[in-house]
């Protein structure tokens, strides 16, 4: 077994190659700057961003595909990391239910060294391989799953552990890595490598690395989302009204989309037990209320053939 000195020197290694490690020598200065300087030139780096993701528009669609298709089967998406990868993961399934409408148990985010890590940091907990397939193993991972693992450098432990496992048994698995040729992307069905090149500052992979994360994380749950027919002519419908804002955008959102007034769309949501979609099928088809629930049911929640299904 490698000793600690020769462990040390092969991440060393490692690390001298990933362009996220990288820094550059005009940056030496950024302490010497004015303030408008700083700004302009952090926002310079961040705008090389979208194009880098938009460099992997091919590999994420075919996530979006998988992740949906595996929906449709009852299947979840689980998102994998650690650190601010892991955060990312978190976050995004956190949002999940309230924009959505999904249950908690849709989307999950597990992060290296468990709820603690998410405010703090937990040392050494990305460093253990068997970890997330641990966690994995506790939810009864199967082959109607998606794993998405996160990692900014591409060869963190933790993450590598957890892809192995789910495509063990069989899940789907997505890489995002910030680093090409990464050892997650390896070993994932599906890698989605968006290189974006040395940090503004040396080392924190939470800025152009942790941005490309979210923008990645947003486009495969929004997506699939949408392919499931969460959203109705661009427009959010299957959001929950969990408060009074939330409830005032619901009868917003029946009344704009309907075309009715504000009253009628507030009479129909009550009718619906508060469900946007429903109440746009009754509006929009005059059906009553069992018989729009029907047809929804009937056309995998998707409004528009519920719609087609009535006319």
Known sequence: MPNDDSRLAALLSVLETLDTEASTTERGDLDLLETTELVRRMNAEDRRVPEAVAERTAEIAAAVDGIT?????????????AGTAGRIGVLDASECPPTFGTDPSMVVGLI??????????????????EAAGDSLRALDLTERDTVVGISASGRT??????????????ALTVAI?????????????????VVTGPEFISGSTRLKSGTAQKLVVNMLTTLSMIKLGKTYRGVMVDLLATNEKLHARSIRTVSQLS???VDEAASALQQAQGS????????ATAAPVETAAT??????????????ALA
């Open 69 to 81: 298709e595996r929906f449709r089967r009852g299947g979840r998406l689980i998102y994998i990391g």
């Open 112 to 129: 290296a060294g468990g709820e603690t890590a998410i405010r703090s940091a937990v040392e050494n907990a990305e460093d253990d391989e």
């Open 157 to 170: 432990p933790y993450v590598v552990g957890g892809l192995e496992y789910a495509r063990s048994v069989g």
């Open 177 to 193: 890595a910030s680093n090409a040729n990464s050892a997650i992307g390896a070993v994932a069905d599906i890698p989605i490598e």
């Open 259 to 261: 075309g009715v007034g």
């Open 276 to 283: 946007v979609k429903l109440a746009l099928l009754m509006l």
């Open 295 to 308: 047809a929804l049911a009937g056309a995998d929640g998707i409004l528009r053939d519920a719609i087609s």
